[in-house]
Nanobody
Framework: VQLQASGGGLVQAGESPKLACAVS????????VAWYRQRPGQEREWVAR???????SYADSVKGRFTISRDYAKMTVYLQMSSLRPEDTAVYYC?????????WGQGTLVTVSS
């Protein structure tokens, strides 16, 4: 299983970029997919998760501002971000879970300027 994250870049505070995580390989074994982020000088933290049935959950820091979604036809998971703040600056990673393994993407940097 391979994950390719994209959509990062330099954005202004308040903007609404959308990240994408393309999943390829033995995707039939994938269960839920999550987004994590690592802010400068901090540990990697969980951001959002989507389950096979479409249920979603969010970290309190992004709840109401970020939306995770999944396109099965494209095998892509999205993270729609809105009302971005400078403290959302981070490298964003997607992670896929199968029954036996976990897979990380390479990360995409989002820099939010004030």
């Amino acid at each position: 299983v391979q994950l390719q994250a994209s959509g990062g870049g330099l954005v202004q505070a308040g903007e609404s970029p959308k990240l994408a995580c393309a999943v390829s390989g033995s995707t039939s074994y994938i269960r839920h997919v999550a987004w994590y982020r690592q802010r400068p000088g901090q540990e990697r933290e969980w951001v959002a998760r989507i389950d096979p049935g479409g249920s979603t959950s969010y970290a309190d820091s992004v709840k109401g501002r970020f939306t995770i979604s999944r396109d099965y036809a494209k095998m892509t998971v999205y993270l729609q971000m809105s009302s971005l703040r400078p403290e959302d600056t981070a490298v964003y990673y997607c992670k896929a879970y199968s029954v036996a393994s976990e897979y990380w993407g390479q990360g995409t940097l989002v820099t939010v300027s004030s």
